[in-house]
């Protein structure tokens, strides 16, 4: 079933239909506040994140985002002053939200400014580096040891091995992740390694970017709860932490998308070899393969466990919702012929109804879709894969 409303017959003016679908085909560089302290893969655009929390809730409302990924819904929801709880199954999103949400003092970020000015020094190649033993057992430096990654690797460890000079958690965190950006650009789907000496100037950069990017946010961030849970969204419903907050006014996500392939927990290096690396940065833990993180194998005939898990998801969902909330997500399909029709009715089978609203539609079919810029979905059947990639924004409702 479907409803075909507006956004004035639903109550909601927050902001106008043109200024929402502008967001939703915002191509802005991501830039602003916290959002540039990881390049999440799969992020939103935080200006469609923030555009969706004023269109469908009030301040002090709860924002929910099950598949909370780099945190953006969070981030922008605690701007605006809205309460906010994400879930994710990767413990390096868990770890990356904590550190995008926490509200830094002054005195915390020029603690952390001198940390960061002191590394020059220490990152010296001559230095002998204390190996992070347990984690190389462990294969979390896995193709970061040749002949032109070594460089880089050692430079994270040295940088690593001072850590806890820092006195705080969240210093430490702030840290971890300043290097986890710098190894993110220096290793990850890049063709050519930067130097040690390339690697040292950058980082000095993101900690100067970093940190404005901590000030703004401190001075725009309100005194709401913002809570960054390494769970999966199935099951919450049972979840004491999450049930404590009441139902959410709006729960805004984007679960992993059926047939397309995003390597949401390791980083590319140098072709085809990846690296559990950024786990070992943030001091996370792996999950088991990458079907853990993308609800099942890409590759699996009519995506099986994609659309069980997804409508597990989701039933959890509408079990924390209530006859106010809304649930708005970004979707892209490797195959949207068959694909989309099927999710749709799985999410009518977890107790859910589409909304469709009419000044909120640019396409035949009643719905908003975007063309994503400069991306082809790497489908796991290419024959089927778009040539370009799109996603749809889908509007539900709890099914009464
Ligand atoms: C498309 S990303 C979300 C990106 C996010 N909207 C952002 O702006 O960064 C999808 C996320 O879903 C997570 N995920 C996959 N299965 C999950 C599950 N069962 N429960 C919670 N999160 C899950 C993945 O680890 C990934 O971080």
């Known amino acids: ?219 725009v961030a309100q005194q709401v709860d913002t809570l960054c849970i390494h769970r999966s969204v199935i099951g919450v419903e049972k979840d004491v932490t999450i049930a404590a907050q009441g139902a959410p006014r709006l729960i805004l996500l984007s679960p992993p998308y059926p047939g397309v392939y995003v390597l949401y927990h390791r980083w590319k290096v140098q072709g085809r070899r990846e690296t559990p690396a950024p786990f070992w940065i943030a001091n996370s833990l792996d999950g088991s393969g990458m079907a853990y993180y993308t609800l099942g194998d890409r590759k699996q005939q009519k995506l099986r466990r994609y659309f069980a898990e997804i409508k597990q998801a989701f039933t959890s969902l509408a079990k924390v919702a209530n006859d106010d909330s809304w649930v708005v997500q970004m979707v892209g399909f490797s195959n949207p012929s068959w694909q989309l029709p099927k999710y749709l009715k799985t999410l009518e089978q977890a107790g859910l109804t589409e909304i469709k609203f009419s000044d909120l539609a640019n396409s035949r079919d009643g719905r908003l879709w975007r063309n994503v810029p400069n991306r082809k979905w790497f489908a796991a059947y290419q024959h089927t894969a778009q040539s370009t990639a799109r996603e749809v924004v889908l509007f539900h409702k709890l099914l009464r």
């Open 1 to 219: 079933m479907t409803i075909q409303m507006t956004t004035a017959d639903a109550g909601l003016k927050g902001v106008t239909a043109e200024r929402f679908l502008s967001a939703v085909s915002d191509r802005e560089p991501v830039s602003g506040l916290t959002h540039t302290f990881y390049r999440y893969p799969a992020r939103f655009s935080p200006a469609f994140a923030r555009t969706a929390i004023e269109l469908f809730t009030d301040a002090g409302d709860l924002v929910f985002d099950g598949f909370m990924g780099g945190a953006t819904s969070l981030v922008e929801a605690r701007v605006l002053g809205r309460k906010s709880i994400g879930t994710d199954v990767s413990e390096l999103a868990a770890f990356v939200g904590r550190v995008k949400t926490t509200s830094l003092s002054d005195c915390d970020l020029e603690r952390i400014a001198k940390w960061g000015n002191s590394l020059s020094e220490t990152l010296n190649l001559h230095h002998t580096a204390s190996r992070a033993r347990k984690w190389i057992s462990e294969g979390y430096q896995r193709n970061i040891n040749t002949f032109e990654t070594w460089r880089i690797r050692k430079s994270l460890e040295l940088a690593l091995s001072r850590i806890n000079e820092l006195e705080t958690m969240a210093q430490q965190e702030f840290a971890r992740c300043a290097l986890l950006n710098c190894g993110q650009w220096a290793l990850d789907c890049r063709t050519t390694i930067p130097t040690s000496r390339e690697f040292r100037v950058k980082l000095q950069s993101i900690f100067t970017e970093m940190i404005a990017g901590a000030r703004e946010y401190a001075r």
